[in-house]
Each structure stands twice: as structure tokens, then as C-alpha cells.
């Protein structure tokens, strides 16, 4: 079955940027959407933006001057990017596949484990 | 944005309860609602959509109900495997919002 696996580092400085990848296995990346999402401990879950296989992004509006995602569909893989961090941008990453209930609405039906992140010197 | 607000956040239970989660948001959001278990160090697992629409795959005991502002995650019997935390998602407007999760844990 298809499953998600987030990789990168586990540790970034302040101000500099976070790098994530999320790699598909078990089924094409192609032609669904994907998203990335966030919790910080003892928070809830915060959608951070996703990307459709063509390259044609979303963002949250309280994230978006300072996200970038990218995909890479010969490696059934897609990105991350989170600039100029803060200690405020200590989380679990999760990726995950968006599924339509029809027209412009959008859930998760599918999750990675996530992968933790810390802001720190 | 749509503030989900979820209760209790946490709900000690025993085997076999019937157990019942509120997620309540800020304005309507029609039945675009969804509901997912977080176990730690596991993918979170979608368990319902459009409010009350059981995902495949997942056990009957689970139920989802509710419109407009108010639902209700219902599991009918719990199961030892069923000890985690509920999260709800609204995905009415484009920010997707969550609640801030729900414990289940062991009475």
C-alpha cells in the first residue's frame, strides 16, 4: 500500500531554513495533491500548505511569505522549505496526501510518521 | 480562520465504554468535517469525512455525526487499540483548521 516517509535534519539554526523531504512509495505521486503539516508539542495541528504534482501550490496565508514547496515527480518525492526560522517553528513535520470529498473540499487520507524538528543553537 | 474547539481534552475510559468527542467550530462549516487517531509514533489514520462518512477499512464502533458547528465522534465499544489521540479537521474554507486533539487514556 502507499505509504509516506518524511526525511531531513533534525536540528536548524535560527534564522536559517528548514528543509524537508517526503517520499511516496507504494503507488505514483502523480495526480493528488500534497500537503505538509505541523504540530508543535503539546499543540494541535497546523496546515502549512500543499502542492499538486504539475508544481501549483497552496499556502497558509500565516506561513506563505515564507514557504516553499517543490515536487519531484521521477523521484515520487516532494518538499519543503521553511525560511528564517524561530525557536516558534519547533514541531513534528508530517507529510500527507490530500482526497477530495468533491469540488474544493479537502481532507488527509493518508499521513506519513513525521519527523521532529528543533530550532536551535 | 476557523477555531475548532475540541472536548474534553482529555477522557479517562474502560474497555467497553461508550465513549463521545465534541469538536465545535467557530462558524458553520456545512458537514466538512473529518476525524483522525494519532497514536504516538504512528501516521495519524483518517477515520471519518464529511462528518459522518466511516473512511474503509475502519471498525463500525466508530461513528461520526453532526452539521453546521456541533459534531460528535462516537466509538460504541472501546478497544484497548482505540487508547490515543482524536483529532477533528474542518476543510470548509481554505486554511484547513484542527482541533487541539483529544487523549483517550486508560481509566
Known amino acids: 500500500q502507499v505509504q509516506l516517509q518524511e526525511s531531513g535534519p533534525g536540528l536548524v539554526k535560527p534564522s536559517e531554513t528548514l528543509s524537508l523531504t517526503c517520499t511516496v512509495s507504494g503507488g505514483s505521486i502523480s495526480s493528488y495533491y500534497w500537503s505538509w503539516i505541523r504540530q508543535p508539542a503539546g499543540k494541535g495541528l497546523e496546515w502549512i500548505g500543499r502542492?499538486?504534482?504539475?508544481?501549483?501550490?497552496n499556502y497558509n496565508p500565516s506561513l506563505r511569505s515564507r514557504v516553499t514547496m517543490s515536487v519531484d515527480t521521477s523521484k515520487n518525492q516532494f518538499s519543503l522549505k521553511l525560511s528564517s526560522v524561530t525557536a516558534a517553528d519547533t514541531a513534528m513535520y508530517y507529510c500527507a496526501r490530500d482526497k477530495s470529498s468533491g469540488g474544493p473540499y479537502w481532507y488527509f487520507d493518508l499521513w506519513g510518521r513525521g519527523t521532529l524538528v528543533t530550532v536551535s543553537s | 480562520d476557523i477555531q475548532m474547539t475540541q472536548s474534553p481534552s482529555t477522557l479517562s475510559a474502560s474497555v467497553g465504554d461508550r465513549v463521545t468527542i465534541t469538536c465545535r467550530a467557530s462558524?458553520?462549516?456545512?458537514?466538512?468535517l473529518a476525524w483522525y487517531q494519532q497514536k504516538p509514533g504512528k501516521a495519524p489514520k483518517l477515520l471519518i469525512y464529511?462528518?459522518?462518512s466511516l473512511e474503509s477499512g475502519v471498525p463500525s464502533r466508530f461513528s461520526g455525526s453532526g452539521s453546521g458547528t456541533e459534531f460528535t465522534l462516537t466509538i460504541s465499544s472501546l478497544q484497548p487499540d482505540d487508547f490515543a489521540t482524536y483529532h477533528c479537521q474542518q476543510y470548509n474554507s481554505y486554511s484547513r483548521t484542527f482541533g487541539q486533539g483529544t487523549k483517550v487514556e486508560i481509566k
Open positions: 462558524q458553520s462549516i456545512s458537514s466538512w
Open positions: 502542492i499538486y504534482t504539475s508544481g501549483s501550490t
Open positions: 464529511k462528518a459522518s
